[in-house]
């Protein structure tokens, strides 16, 4: 995993070979991270980074100035590797709470500038966590969220929907939620 913005740029984490997580590439990170740095003021961004993963995209919110990001990953493994990685970047700003993603929605009293949400692909529920998420209210008026998702899935049907990018085989779709 490499940051590959922000005051972190370049540095390069190895996250082990039993690792799980699919983790977003650099090429998919450095387009969708040129989209955010003319959308986004970071100083003033609260972020949310669902099924974190490798911490990747946590890590380059933090790198770029987000003012505070919040991560949630169920995995022992991943939550090990996301602490070590805050603690040899001596990082104050990133909270990692290990825990489902939808227990954290279903009793998650904060809303969120952004939110990110990268769902493992294979899971029986993953056509159905966009709209959970987005019905959750964790993301503010004006605020932004993001799906990574592969090509087969299309969410322009959903309410909010604005936009999808995509970079090689990775897809970005962008909601705004209903006001």
Not at 43 to 72: N, P
Request: aromatic share 14%; proline share 6%.
């Amino acid at each position: 995993m490499r940051i590959v913005g922000g005051i972190y740029k370049g540095r390069h984490f190895e996250p082990g070979n039993s690792f799980r997580a699919r983790p977003t590439t650099d090429f998919s990170k450095e387009g969708l991270f040129d989209i955010l740095d003319n959308r986004v003021h970071w100083e003033v961004t609260d972020a949310l980074d669902l099924f974190a993963g490798t911490g990747s995209i946590s890590f380059e919110l933090v790198s770029r100035g987000c003012r505070q990001v919040t991560a949630v990953e169920k995995d022992f493994v991943h939550c090990k590797f996301i602490r070590k990685v805050i603690a040899e970047l001596r990082i104050d700003n990133l909270r990692l709470y290990q825990n489902d993603v939808f227990k954290v929605l279903a009793r998650s009293g904060e809303a969120y500038d952004l939110v990110f949400a990268d769902p493992p692909y294979n899971a029986p529920w993953f056509a159905t966590a966009p709209e959970s998420i987005l019905n959750a209210g964790v993301v503010k008026p004006g605020g932004l969220f993001i799906l990574e998702h592969p090509k087969a899935f299309r969410f322009n049907q959903l309410p909010g929907f604005q936009e999808m990018r995509h970079y090689g085989s990775v897809h970005f779709s962008f909601f705004k939620p209903l006001q």
